[in-house]
Structure formats: structure tokens, C-alpha cells
């Protein structure tokens, strides 16, 4: 359709599989498909729309934008901390990444997206699990860094789309950036400056709370980083939580923690995990946490737990763990796994009977891409060992435990989430509170409203809050 023309009555048909997004060139000359995994499958010449095959069979992410006759992207594929290539729409071979052209080699900084600004490419990513940008030319030669206004984190882009540039504004790099202690602000760097405009200032602040970056060392020895919020006046051990995600190659960002500020505010310190699983410091990282390594990841989560209480940060008894998704999983885990370390847990939006995941699609796609084969006899020995529901015992005490779910939830289905609850609300050695809450009419992420966020995050912050003695703060710093 162009512009000015009737909308079609129909969708145009595009004769492409898996790959659910389409960016289009700024020059409208070229468009390209791809998958939710980022890997530019197809490309067409506009006004053609014929589509052909580009950048296929590579197990690698290829996430970019169009830059001409090329697409230029971040790449991990022989290097995991990333580094920007270029591929020809017209090569004889785009799918062959020995006919790319590097740009941009891997260092030792972690890169993830890339943005073509005017004449530049603006690189995001990060070093140590804090956001940074860097400004390139067209041939990939650095021209200097974004300072970005604080420590802190950009926002996470999982799909390539969202790397898009609008026109007009050639010499500016706008963006979004939040650190654990402010929310998100509105920001422009204009290319050569080295200052950095505020468009709209963040709208919340934790007044007098401080973080910092700390490092704890896993059963292996490896050193994993966490960052560490502590509220205003903290002067030995506080109540503490700490998030987490751990898991399909996702970072989980230093960024504000939206509801779970309200803990801080009111006196708890806040953990934010970066632990193997994740892919907060390049997808070797990830990796080393995934599979026949995937206890790695569970691991650190306890290392940095033990770092707090070594450090004299909270004690036993004021100790807790959430995380959601993949992140709930990893809490029910650490539940029956360690439950000598948590004072409470909360497992949001989780699957915590990982053998049984066999029975719907999605939990034997998720648990197959991250935890181990179903199908694997040596595999299935090893899962009993991180499944929460088989994990639970008669003879053992557990922590508080709150546990909620989306009824209309398809990649984590309550009822598995009501078989773990009654087999640990039947252990005979637990006498603290284990609660359930399934949520009618909500889904997973995304099919969640912000208001049916809201009030679950309500929910499970009083809980903890109850349960640590802790009085709500009336009002955030505006």
C-alpha cells in the first residue's frame, strides 16, 4: 500500500517462515524479515516484494538494520561478547558469515544492538552489566562514547526493530536510561557535544539510597557481579531480596526496579543479580549456564546470597529471593534446592514441575532450549536434581513462600504451579506461610495489564514486607 491509498482488505500475503518482523529501509529500497530469534532470514527489493532467502542456517544472532545495500548488525557468532559485521543484500553468499565484513571486533566490552543515526552507527551495550554506547562511523571506525547520565542500564531490545532510527534527526542519538535508584529518563546526545540533554527527567527517585558493584564467587570459583541497592541510612544488616532472571541468554539490566523500589524504600537493601544463565556478559556467559551447566546458574544465585551474608548486608533470617518466568523457576528451585539460605521466596509466573513440562508444548520447548532433553534418559536424572516438585521433602523445613500464577497463562499453566503448592504445604516439618495466588483472566508477560501488574506486585511486596516487619514508605521523591 502506498501512501494516500484505500488500506487493503486483506493481508498481503509474504511466503517466509518464522520470522514474525519486517523492517523496512528508511530509503525504502530494501526490506528485511526476521526471526524472533534475530537472524535476517529474508530480504526483498522494494517496490518488488519478491522475497529471497539472506542470512540462513547460521546458529548465531544476527541483529541489525539496513544501511544501504547492506545490513549491518551485532553479531555473536565467533564472538560472544559481539562485534558489528556487514552483509551484502547482493553477495553470492550472505548466509556464509566468511563472506561478512567485520566492522567492529570483539573486546572486551558486550555488545547488543546497533543503530544507524545519519552517517553513524550507534552501538549499545555494556561492560560489566553497566550500559554504555559508542559512536562509529560507517566503516566501523570509534569516534568517541555517549556519556550516558549515570550507572545504570539502557532499554532491553530483544528484537531488531527496535534499533530503528527515525529521519531527520542526523546528528542525534535519543534514548531511554534508568539506574537502580531513578526511573526512566528521556535523553539526547548530539554527536560530537560530550554533553547530554535531559528531555524529560526521571519521575521517581529513591532519595539517599546508593549502589554499587560487587562481586561474589560461585562454587566453581568464577566471579559473578551483582549490583547492590541499599536504602538511605543503611547501617548494618537490612532485610534484602534479590531478582533474578538467569536464563535464555537475557540480561537482566541495572536498571529501576518499578515496584520493587517500594522495598528499598522502606528500608531493604536490593540485590540485581547478573548471574550465568543470563547474557549479561556475553553469550559464553549464557552458556555456562544453560544445559549439562545449567547448575551453574543456580550457584551463583547462592554465591551472591552467601556474599550478603558474609558481608554483614542481612542476615538468615531477612533473606530473600524473586525472580519471574524463567526467573520464578530459578526461585522455586533455590527453594527446595537451598532452603537453609531464604527467610521467604517468591516465585512469580513460574514452572516449578520441570519433568511434567513434557505435557504442554511450550514447557517442552523452554526446558529443551534451556535445561536439558525430556527425551534423554541421563537428562531426566539430572532434572529430578533441579525440579522444584520432585525436590521437596518430608523431613525438611522451608521458608515463606508465595507463589503466583496466570490462569490464562500458556507457557507457565497453573496447574502445575497448585500440584507443587499442596505437595510443600503437606511437608510436615514447615510451619511458615505457603501461598498461592492464581490470577483469573491473566497470561504471561505481555498478556498481563499494567494495572493486573500493579496490584500482583502489591500482593507479593506485602508479603514480604509483612513478613520482614517492614512499614510501607507514604511517597516516593518526585
Known amino acids: 500500500m502506498r501512501w494516500g491509498e484505500e ?5 498481503e500475503p509474504v511466503d517466509v517462515a518464522n520470522a514474525p518482523a519486517v523492517q523496512v529501509a528508511a530509503d525504502g529500497r530494501h526490506a528485511v524479515a526476521t526471526a524472533v530469534w534475530p537472524l535476517p532470514q529474508y530480504v526483498c527489493d522494494l517496490p518488488d516484494r519478491k522475497w529471497r532467502p539472506f542470512v540462513q542456517g547460521v546458529e548465531a544472532s544476527v541483529a541489525g538494520v539496513v544501511d544501504g ?11 560472544p561478547r559481539g562485534r558489528i559485521v556487514a552483509i551484502e543484500f547482493a553477495g553470492p553468499d550472505p548466509g556464509d558469515p566468511a563472506a561478512w565484513h567485520e566492522l567492529v571486533p570483539e573486546s572486551g566490552r558486550v555488545l547488543s544492538q546497533v543503530r544507524l543515526i545519519g552517517d553513524r552507527l550507534v552501538a549499545t551495550g555494556s561492560i560489566d552489566a553497566e550500559a554504555r554506547a559508542w559512536v562509529f562511523d560507517r ?6 562514547e555517549v556519556p550516558l547520565p549515570g550507572r545504570g542500564a539502557l532499554p532491553l531490545d530483544v528484537l531488531p526493530s527496535a534499533a530503528l532510527a527515525p529521519d531527520g534527526h542526523p546528528d542525534e542519538f535519543v534514548f531511554v536510561f534508568s539506574t537502580p535508584t531513578s526511573s526512566p529518563g528521556l535523553y539526547r546526545y548530539r554527536f560530537g557535544s560530550g554533553e547530554v540533554d535531559t528531555l524529560r527527567a526521571p519521575r521517581v527517585h529513591l532519595p539517599g539510597a546508593t549502589v554499587s558493584l560487587r562481586w561474589a564467587e560461585s562454587a566453581d570459583g568464577t566471579r559473578v557481579p551483582y549490583h547492590l541497592v541499599l536504602p538511605e541510612g543503611a547501617d548494618g544488616a537490612v532485610p534484602a531480596l534479590i531478582t533474578a532472571y538467569g536464563g535464555g541468554r537475557v540480561a537482566w539490566p541495572a536498571q529501576f526496579p518499578g515496584p520493587v523500589a517500594a522495598f528499598v524504600a522502606a528500608g531493604g537493601a536490593l540485590a540485581i543479580s547478573h548471574q550465568r544463565g543470563g547474557g549479561d556478559l556475553g553469550s559464553d556467559w549464557a552458556d555456562a549456564g544453560r544445559l549439562a551447566h545449567k547448575q551453574n546458574s543456580f550457584d551463583d544465585l547462592y554465591a551472591i546470597a552467601g556474599h550478603l551474608l558474609a558481608t554483614g548486608v542481612t542476615t538468615r533470617e531477612r533473606l530473600a529471593v524473586t525472580g519471574w518466568s524463567n526467573g520464578g523457576m530459578l526461585a522455586g528451585i533455590a527453594c527446595t534446592q537451598r532452603p537453609d539460605l531464604w527467610a521467604a521466596v517468591v516465585a512469580q509466573c513460574p514452572v516449578l514441575d520441570v519433568l511434567g513440562c513434557h505435557r504442554h508444548p511450550y514447557g517442552r520447548f523452554a526446558i529443551s532450549a534451556e535445561y536439558g532433553d525430556l ?6 536424572a539430572r532434572l529430578a536434581g533441579m525440579s522444584p516438585y520432585q525436590l521437596v521433602e518430608q523431613d525438611t523445613s522451608y521458608p515463606a513462600l508465595y507463589v503466583h500464577a496466570g490462569g490464562a497463562d500458556v507457557a507457565c499453566p497453573p496447574g ?6 499442596a505437595r510443600m504445604q503437606a511437608a510436615p516439618e514447615t510451619d511458615a506461610p505457603v501461598l498461592l495466588r492464581v490470577w483469573d483472566d491473566v497470561g504471561h508477560g505481555t498478556a498481563t495489564s499494567r494495572s493486573d501488574s500493579v496490584v500482583q506486585a502489591a500482593h507479593w511486596l506485602a508479603f514480604l514486607m509483612k513478613r520482614f516487619g517492614m512499614v510501607p514508605r507514604a511517597a516516593l521523591s518526585r
Open 69 to 79: 545495500d547492506r545490513y549491518v548488525a551485532v553479531t555473536n557468532h565467533n564472538a
Open 139 to 144: 566503516a566501523g571506525r570509534e569516534l568517541e
Open 7 to 11: 488500506p487493503a482488505a486483506e493481508p
Open 375 to 380: 527425551g534423554d534418559p541421563d537428562d531426566v
Open 416 to 421: 502445575q504451579v497448585r500440584k507443587f503448592v
